[in-house]
């Protein structure tokens, strides 16, 4: 099966979703979350390569020069066997198993696909707007971009500190494959939540009209990690102070500047044309995460 290179998850992981949704149709799960899980899925197969994919042998470079920021200093160490702040990361994660096969479930399984196409279309409730590669290529180059710097500070700390997932070492249920990456990959800080925060950010610049609406999206987010079982608390935490770091940074580079204001030229075109979103999908991504799951 073919497999495109750069894509945060693959064709062949997209049709993961699309088969759980419909495995899960079959305990009657609510029809309006499932056809919002199947749409998400069914954009990934489409828009995901062509806005994850550069030309053959291309490399998208950073906006930042390597090394530019010590996340493990920044977020420090995480907690320790025992300590309160591990207990609460523990009982989070106890208690959230008992989301499965709800809403908010659904919501943080479609949240696993970190493609920008489709983590950018999660936000399309909270713009009021649904944004696509098509439409906006300054953004998602801009995203590609910041991608890489995003990803060497979140790894960097996560190599350093090398904690493992809450989902290692049971079978308690998560939201993704249980495959390497999920059952040995480390925790901390989250790297989902690292981009999702990140994009946040992002999207309050370009619409600062729609600040609050696409910040509660981008909590819950980060959020989803927890609810679905690939991250603790305080990894989520992690990633959101990455993020915010990072993002801060890049407003130094006079390129990553050009760029958003070339994006946000793009988005304030796409949100004078967009045509009203499906108000039930939308609903449903608002109820899901209007609070904290835990």
């Known amino acids: 099966m073919l497999r495109w290179p750069v894509m945060g998850h693959s064709v062949i992981q997209a049709s993961w979703f699309l ?15 499932r056809t919002f899980v199947i749409a998400l899925a069914a954009t990934s197969f489409v828009t995901a390569a062509m806005a994850e994919a ?8 950073g906006y930042l020069d390597k090394g530019a920021v010590n996340a493990a200093r920044i977020i420090a160490a995480p907690p320790v066997d025992d300590d309160p702040y591990d207990v609460a990361d523990w009982a989070a994660y106890r208690s959230t198993r008992t989301l499965v096969v709800t809403p908010r479930y659904e919501l943080a399984t479609t949240d696993v696909d970190e493609a920008w196409p489709v983590v950018v279309d999660g936000f399309s409730c909270a713009l009021g707007a649904r944004v696509t590669p098509e439409a906006a290529p300054h953004l998602f180059s801009l995203l590609a971009r910041a991608k890489v710097d995003l990803g060497a500070a979140s790894n960097g700390a996560k190599d350093i500190y090398k904690r493992h997932r809450p989902s290692f070492g049971n079978v308690l249920p998560v939201c993704e494959p249980r495959n390497g990456k999920s059952e040995a990959g480390w925790g901390y800080p989250s790297g989902h939540t690292t981009r999702g925060w990140a994009v946040g950010l992002f999207l309050t610049e370009l619409a600062p009209d729609r600040a609050t609406e696409v910040m509660s999206r981008a909590r819950a987010y980060g959020d989803s990690r927890v609810v679905c079982g690939s991250h603790f608390p305080s990894d989520v935490e992690g990633g959101r102070m990455v993020a915010s770091t990072v993002v801060a940074m890049l407003h130094a580079n006079q390129q990553f500047v050009a760029d958003l204001a070339a994006a946000r030229v793009e988005l304030a075109a796409i949100r004078k044309a967009a045509a009203p979103l499906d108000a039930a999908q939308c609903k449903v991504v608002d109820e899901a995460s209007a609070r904290r799951p835990w």
Request: cysteine-free; proline content about 4%.
């Open 54 to 61: 550069p030309a053959t042998g291309a490399r998208v470079e």
């Open 19 to 33: 088969v759980i949704a419909v495995q899960r149709s079959a305990s009657g799960l609510n029809m309006i979350v």
